[in-house]
């Protein structure tokens, strides 16, 4: 039986990586959640300069996900790369992908740079699509903007470009504009926009009132994202947004997911997540009597 999957020029042991911003602040968290088994492993956000992020409260534990505003906190690109050279040769070993986010298009071609200086990764993410970063938002509301950003980012660097978008009214033509201009993959989604008030306190809990809303409670939207994404283009898709179950693995690649990712579920039950879907894959492909995890792919359409 075989998982592999290919998302651009990376080949992946099976669909299941590790999303941006979930326990992969650090390279050696991301080399451990690799070792735990996921396949691909996606650092936090990058931006250029190193960012402390809202004050707290900035995650809120809901019944049905989480809703987070940590407000990109990241050393910055170049204290991440030193950290990362120090772990260089286990690092090499493993499919790393890095998110870029910027408030410019400057920020994001210089980051991207800088990585693909020093031959750290195998892909780099841009998120186009911080629900709590006003000028990270802008990018995937806009096409113009948002193809500005690929097109320039794919000038400096041979990595494949994956661009992670969110959940926006004109997403189809923000994916039309990036694919056009040199995406190698879509990922959707990104948290959603949301809030919680505390009624003891009348005000909302979070500091910057605004926060994604991510797990179990995104599900059917990013399913429908993908889905929908798939019937309009033949780029690799991955999908993201409330896997915690082996079945919502299958269910993002029949809809036409190639790879998908994990978040909310790893923050809440550890590491041990990526290889408890893995088997469920596994055994629903046997019961299935299937012999290659691609052949899902699509199958509901
Ligand atoms: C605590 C937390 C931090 C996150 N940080 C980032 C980030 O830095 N960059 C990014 O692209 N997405 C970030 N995300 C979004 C996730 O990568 C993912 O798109 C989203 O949570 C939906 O997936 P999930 O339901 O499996 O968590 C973050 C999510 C959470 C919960």
Redesign the pocket.
Known sequence: MSLRVTIASLTLRHPIML????LGTTPSMLIKAYKSGASAV?T??LTINPRNGNPNP??VELRY??L?A?G?A?PGVENYLAECLEVKDDLSRIPIVF?I?GTKIEEYVEIARLISERGLGRAL?L?L??PHVQETRLFTEDPKLAAQVVKSVCDVTSLPVFV?VGLSTNLIDVVNAVVKHGASAI?A???VRAMVIDINAKKPVLSSVYG?L???A??PI?LRVIYELYENFSIPLIG?????KWQDVVEFLMAGASAV???????KRGFRVFKELVRGLQRYMEKEGLKDVRDLVGLAH
Do not use: D, F, H, R
């Open positions: 999303a941006s911003g979930i996606v936090k956000s900035v995650i996900g989480l987070n940590i990109l990241n998110s986010a993410e998120n699509s911080c992670k990922t989604i990104n948290s994604g991510s797990g179990p995104i599900k990013a993201v947004g409330g896997i915690t990712q994990v978040g909310t579920a790893v923050y």
